[in-house]
C-alpha cells in the first residue's frame, strides 16, 4: 500500500519561506508524475505543482515564480520549495500522484502564513 508522509510545515510571516518535504512508499516512485496540492479552508484541494517522472515541471498561474518543486527518486521524496509567501498561501499541503483518485491520501502539512 503507497504511503505518502508530508512535512516541512509550519507557520511563516509573508515574504517568508519553507521547505516541503514528502515521502512516498509502497511503489516505484521514479515512474510516477507527483504534485503538490492545498486546501485552503471552505474551498476545494487544489493542484499547485507538478513534476513528471523526466523532471518537466508546471505550476498553478498563483504560485508561479514564487514555488518550485523538485524530486529525488533515490531518496524517494519529492519537495516543494515556498518563496515570497502570501496570507494566501495558508493551506493543508498534501503530496500526491497526478492525476489524484488513485492513492490514498496523506495527513497533510499546515502551512499558516500570517504576520
Known amino acids: 500500500q503507497v504511503q505518502l508522509v508530508e512535512s516541512g510545515g509550519g507557520l511563516v510571516q509573508p515574504g517568508g519561506s519553507l521547505r516541503l518535504s514528502c515521502s512516498v512508499s509502497?511503489?516505484?516512485?521514479?515512474?510516477?508524475?507527483m504534485g503538490w496540492y492545498r486546501q485552503a479552508p471552505g474551498k476545494q484541494r487544489e493542484l499547485v505543482a507538478r513534476?513528471?517522472?523526466?523532471?518537466?515541471?508546471n505550476y498553478a498561474d498563483s504560485v508561479k515564480g514564487r514555488f518550485t518543486i523538485s524530486r529525488d527518486n533515490a531518496k524517494k521524496t519529492v519537495y516543494l520549495q515556498m518563496n515570497s509567501l502570501k496570507p494566501e498561501d495558508t493551506a493543508v499541503y498534501y503530496c500526491n500522484r497526478d492525476p489524484s483518485g488513485i492513492w490514498y491520501w496523506g495527513q497533510g502539512i499546515q502551512v499558516t502564513v500570517s504576520s
Open positions: 509502497g511503489t516505484i516512485f521514479s515512474i510516477h508524475t
Open positions: 513534476v513528471t517522472s523526466g523532471g518537466g515541471t
